[in-house]
Structures are given as structure tokens and as C-alpha cells.
């Protein structure tokens, strides 16, 4: 419990409509810490995603518990729709909600940070699966669980349940499928496993890619989700298209990344829980957080370590963050009817001070590609002359964990 968290994320510039960035000579990004946790930066990348103006594109985006891991690619979208229907455990129909955009979640929560009852989403799918390409589009966020708050629900016998998907095979007593509302104890659904992990959004609120090509029986029109974990869902699409490669990639060159000291962006707690949001002009430079112990990167360029996944890595704690330029001098001209997108890739990891976090009040031991578990026993981190060469030339900046720190924040005036 309480390991660095995988070592890739990526996001898209859209939430909901896609987002242009005009052309600019920079293109300026902040990958700040705004909480009490240790970031081990390995790599960034910014790649522009050109593609018709009458397709959507997205990353291959979710969090999965177990292996295998998303690999990075463009997933198409161009004919995606709303379910024809969407409910919950309880019966109550979803549908306008998710069609408003209005949050979704009404399970009932246990005294563990990120867990409830089990509860279920089933979807209609509109019309009956006949093979090939079906996909979720699905826009949501997490209350996140905790290391203490993981133990704490291991001590009752409650372990987390990624999200699982089923598929309605059958209706006994009846040759017709009904909606949820309709059921009775005469005519019960029977559900089979298709995937035992859709995956999730991690972190702040985006939209993950569940990919159920091929996993659904012939005729499938509805599907069941069922987890116990806090997720909240606000747009659900059903997306039938075939994947194409009419795009073009281009990554957009690093010229610049600087880390430094910023402080603690007003946080504002919204609605449902978990639903984050940080205004980053509006900072204060004290805040009641501690910081693990340990050596952290020297503030100054660090671009030498985030242009490539190396085990490099750019070290830095709570408050502060990486200014990030990439240069788009050199993208290409649009053609007639297409559009951009732009997707940000980061490979590193995390680790928060919770009590029960494993090795949560000091930096070390670094993090690597290839260390398996977190606390590795039987691998140590690379000691070869350009790795020991890069430790005592970047992380230099020692922390004893007993630096004074405000307990309040101060925003300024009219702030």
C-alpha cells in the first residue's frame, strides 16, 4: 500500500469539446504539487494529434489495477451516442443526468475514504452488439482511496474492487428484455463476466476509454458495471466507430523546463466529493504541509532529465512544481478540414506522507522502470556512473522533514 503510482499519465486538451490552442511560439505548461507528496518526474512529452474536423480523438486513458497497462495510443472516435439508457442498482433512471452533464453516485459510503456499498451502473447500449469495434467513452472522477483508509477497510474484510463489466446473456421466464424498473422476482437478468477491470479516471476528473471489442456476446444490448469504489460518472458515450490511422503525430520539441517553488494554489472542494479544483493565480506561499526527508532535485533547468524515460528523475515536493515550454515552431499547416489536439504524456510516480504509505516520510528509496513492487528488497536503484553521475549532480537539495512551516494559508488581499 502506498507505492508510487504508475509511471505513465496522459491527458488530453479537451474535457468535453475539444480545446484549440492558437499557435503561439510557446506552448507553457505547470506540473505542480499542490499536496503533501514527493513527485519523481521522468519524462514529459507534448505531442499535437492532427486529424478531420468530423472525428474526435482521444487518449488510451484509464487506470488499471493489474496488468496489462494502457499503452499509449490515439483512440477515434466519429459516430459516439449517448446510451439508450443508463440506471443505477436502485432503479433510478440516469439517463438525463448524464446527458446534462450532472454527476452521477447515488451508492452508500463506508467509514473508508473511496469505498462504498458494492453498487451498479447498467447501460442499454441502444441496439444489440453484432461484433466488432465497441467502446466506452466515459467522463468521470474519483474520491480517492487512501493507504490508511485501504487498511483500515482490509481490517474489515473489504478489499477494492476495480470495475467490472457484464453482459445481460439471458432473461428467464420471458422473451423480452426490460428495463430495470420493470423487473420482477419472476423474471431475474443473468449477467457473465466480460472484463474483470474497465479501469477508472485517476486523479482529477477526464474521460477514460473502456474497450469491450470482442468481449460481448452476440446480441448484447445492455451491460452492468459494478464496483466499490467512490466514481462518479457526469457523460457516457457508446462509440461504434472503426479505428483508423487518418491522423498525424507530431511531438513538439522541450525547450524548456525550469523547477522552482510556487506555492499552494486556493483549493476549492466541489461537487461530488473528489471534484477538485485549484485556481493557480491565486497562491499561498505557507501551507500546513510537510515534506519527506531526503534528497530532492536542485532547483534550475531540468531539462536533462525529462527528455527521456531513463530513470532520471526530477525530484521535488509539496508546493512546488516544473514550468514546462514546448516549442510548436516547426508543426506542419493544417490541411483544409482538419483540426488539432493536443496530448501530454508524463512518465513518473508519487507517494503521499500517509501513515501507512510504505516508506511515506522519506524520499528514498528512488523509484525505477524495473523495481517491480514498491518497497523493492531483492533490486536497488541503478548505481552505474551515469546514474550516480546524475544523483550527485542533480539531487543535491537535502530536506530533514523538520523544515518550519505555516499551518495557514495566506492568500493576499482580495484573495
Not at 153 to 166: D, H, L, M, R, Y
Not at 284 to 308: C, F, H, I, K, W
Amino acid at each position: 500500500m502506498g507505492a508510487p503510482t504508475r509511471p505513465e499519465e496522459r491527458s488530453s486538451s479537451r474535457v468535453g469539446a475539444p480545446l484549440q490552442v492558437r499557435p503561439r511560439r510557446t506552448l507553457s505548461f505547470r506540473l505542480m504539487e499542490p499536496m503533501e507528496e514527493v513527485v519523481y518526474l521522468d519524462a514529459v512529452k507534448l505531442v499535437a494529434v492532427d486529424h478531420p474536423a468530423n472525428e474526435e480523438v482521444y487518449p488510451n486513458e484509464y487506470f488499471a489495477s493489474t496488468p496489462p497497462y494502457p499503452e499509449f495510443k490515439v483512440v477515434t472516435s466519429s459516430n459516439a451516442t449517448p446510451p439508450a439508457g443508463a440506471w443505477d442498482d436502485k432503479g433510478n433512471n440516469l439517463l438525463p443526468d448524464l446527458l446534462a452533464h450532472k454527476y452521477v453516485g447515488n451508492f452508500d459510503l463506508l467509514p473508508f475514504k473511496g469505498f462504498t456499498k458494492p453498487h451498479s451502473l447498467v447501460l442499454d447500449l441502444g441496439e444489440p452488439y453484432r461484433g466488432g469495434p465497441l467502446r466506452l467513452l466515459m467522463h468521470g472522477e474519483i474520491e480517492y482511496f487512501t493507504a490508511t483508509g485501504m487498511y483500515a477497510a482490509s481490517q474489515a474484510g473489504i478489499e477494492a474492487t476495480a470495475p467490472f463489466v457484464e453482459a445481460e446473456i439471458a432473461r428467464v421466464g420471458t422473451g423480452a428484455l426490460t428495463r430495470p424498473a420493470e423487473r420482477s422476482s419472476a423474471a431475474p437478468s443473468e449477467w457473465g463476466r466480460v472484463t474483470n477491470d474497465m479501469g477508472f479516471p485517476a486523479g482529477l476528473p477526464k474521460t477514460i476509454t473502456a474497450d469491450l471489442s470482442g468481449k460481448l456476446p452476440l446480441g448484447t444490448t445492455r451491460i452492468r458495471i459494478t464496483t466499490n469504489l467512490q466514481i462518479y460518472w457526469d457523460s457516457i458515450l457508446v462509440d461504434r466507430s472503426q479505428q483508423n490511422r487518418n491522423y498525424k503525430i507530431n511531438e513538439i520539441p522541450l525547450r524548456k523546463a525550469n523547477l522552482g517553488f510556487h506555492g499552494y494554489p486556493r483549493q476549492i472542494e466541489d461537487l461530488p466529493p473528489g471534484n477538485v479544483k485549484y485556481v493557480y493565480e491565486q497562491v499561498s506561499r505557507t501551507g500546513p504541509y510537510a515534506r519527506q526527508a531526503g534528497e530532492y532535485t536542485r532547483y534550475g533547468d531540468v531539462v536533462p532529465l525529462l527528455n527521456s524515460f531513463d530513470d532520471k528523475l526530477a525530484v521535488f515536493g509539496s508546493g512546488e512544481e516544473v514550468q514546462l515550454e514546448f516549442d510548436p515552431g516547426k508543426l506542419p499547416v493544417l490541411p483544409k478540414g482538419w483540426t488539432r489536439d493536443y496530448f501530454f504524456q508524463a512518465n513518473g510516480y508519487e507517494k503521499d506522507m500517509d501513515f501507512y504509505a510504505a516508506d511515506g516520510n522519506t524520499v528514498e528509496p528512488l523509484p525505477f522502470r524495473n523495481m517491480g513492487k514498491y518497497p523493492y528488497a531483492d533490486r536497488s536503484f541503478p548505481a552505474d556512473p551515469e546514474h550516480l553521475d546524475y544523483m550527485l549532480k542533480y539531487n543535491t537539495r537535502f530536506m530533514s522533514g523538520n523544515e518550519p512551516r505555516g499551518y495557514t494559508y495566506h492568500y493576499g488581499p482580495g484573495n
